[in-house]
């Protein structure tokens, strides 16, 4: 079979809103490697969307699938207990503490992971708004794609679920005008306060609910005052505060969790994408208190936490501290964010290169002007990009960002072959003259 023969098959029967990336395809895949039908090496910096940072079939993890699935595939967690659930929450709640007491609870997509900690929150404060941001993914289900901000996502999908309030990301880049960081953060927790009067009661507010590093809406970096000002806010009033962790976590930003940065604890935290190497499994973890004020059969669902995906997740986490990637990602961040500004110190299309950790991108915008995005741009390189065996995946509202989310474990020789494509790829697209 050749790849335009199965991507013509897709075209028959899978429907146009289901997104295809180039037209590239997948035969088989290793470390940061991807072979395509055609047996041609792909060098990947997309990782599934954030999924793959052990890699592409870590050999623990498939020995682990494939002992698991030997014993049992499915039982249900609500109808028989057993092992692997339960071992995979004591790693979470270690990892993860969320005060005195944590508890866990495990799902299966990232979206579910919100849909549940909502749900959660409300239960525990007896309120029903929740407090979100622009550039923000959490996901496709109907709560999460309400909370999701970019409305290309979501087009004709309505009605949206009730009670949800957006404020602006504190986005120094985009919206700073200027301004020092602290000046900023300072007008942002203003607006944040303001908002409680001509917005919403900060008494009828269940949750907010933020990420850290956003990951669709281009790797905007909270500002670590505007996180030590959101959470005091929500301890003077009773708040529940969220860190939606599914593309930042395991060891993407150098630690187990972005939240470890900036030295702030949620009260519930959702989990996902890498946290299985491609397996799908998802999670809840928060403060036992506050997990436990959800009634029973309340949360959950008849495939939450499925054997064979927790055995992999619990080989993920232990190949992960056996490889140490989360001092590997330092490394990896550092290598592609000195490559990426010297990128923009070449290209004026380039407006910044940001990013916590391994979780680095590049926005390209005209006249160096952040309210310009420039999109055109960012697809002509991502589409040439993929010609060249390399693939890459674009983010933000505008879709003018570029991310790179290649698998942790990737060798620096590859990284750099792959970096120079993105370069000489740029340079050929903009005529600059190369250096």
């Known amino acids: 079979m050749h790849s335009k023969d199965l991507l013509d098959r897709r075209r028959r029967v899978v429907p146009d809103g289901v997104f295809a990336l180039g037209g590239l395809t997948i035969e088989r895949a290793e470390g940061a490697r991807v072979y395509d039908l055609e047996g041609r090496e792909l060098i990947d910096f997309a990782g599934g969307i954030g999924v793959l940072n052990a890699g592409h079939c870590p050999e623990p993890v498939v020995r682990a699938v494939q002992e698991q699935a030997a014993k049992f595939l499915h039982a249900s967690f609500n109808v028989l207990t057993y092992e692997p659930y339960v071992a995979l929450c004591e790693e979470l709640v270690q990892l993860f503490p969320h005060g005195e ?7 299966t997509t990232g979206a579910e992971a919100v849909e549940n900690a909502i749900k959660i929150a409300r239960q525990a404060t007896g309120r029903q708004a929740v407090l979100c941001y622009t550039g923000a993914f959490h996901g496709r289900t109907m709560m999460a794609m309400t909370l999701t901000s970019k409305v290309g996502y979501k ?23 200027g301004m020092d960081t602290d000046a900023f953060v300072e007008q942002e927790l203003k607006r944040l306060r303001e908002s409680m009067l001509n917005v919403v009661a900060p008494g009828s507010i269940a949750a907010i609910i933020i990420e850290l590093v956003q990951g669709e809406g281009g790797f905007n970096v909270a500002p670590q005052a505007y996180v ?74 008849t495939y939450i936490g499925n054997p064979v ?11 992960m501290r056996d490889n140490d990637l989360n001092a590997r990602a330092v490394e990896v961040g550092e290598l592609v964010r000195v490559r990426l500004e010297a990128m923009r110190q070449k290209h004026a299309c380039i407006g910044d290169v940001r990013g916590l950790g391994a979780m680095v991108a590049l926005e390209f915008v005209f006249d160096q002007d952040p309210r310009q995005p420039d999109a055109e741009l960012c697809e002509a390189l991502v589409d040439g990009c993929a010609e060249r065996g390399l693939i890459l995946l674009s983010a933000g509202t505008h879709k003018n960002v570029v991310r790179v989310l290649g698998p942790l474990v990737i060798d620096d020789e590859l990284l750099h072959r792959g970096l120079d494509i993105m370069d000489e790829e740029l340079t050929r697209i903009t005529g600059a003259s190369p250096a």
């Open 101 to 107: 007491a944590t508890k866990a609870m495990l799902v």
């Open 309 to 319: 995906s927790c055995a992999a997740a619990l080989a993920t986490i232990q190949y």
């Open 228 to 301: 030590e000002g959101l959470r005091a806010f929500c301890d003077e009033h009773g708040i529940l505060l969220i860190f939606d962790e599914v593309q930042s976590g395991f060891c993407r930003t150098g630690k187990w969790s972005s939240y470890e940065h900036f030295g702030v604890t949620p009260d519930l935290s959702t989990w996902a994408k890498s946290l299985g190497s491609g397996m799908p499994i998802a999670a809840v973890v928060g403060r036992a208190a506050v997990m436990d004020a959800a009634g029973s059969g309340t949360i959950g669902g």
């Open 155 to 177: 087009l004709n999908c309505g009605p949206f679920a009730p009670e949800v309030y957006r404020l602006p990301f504190p986005n120094v880049y985009r919206y700073g005008d």
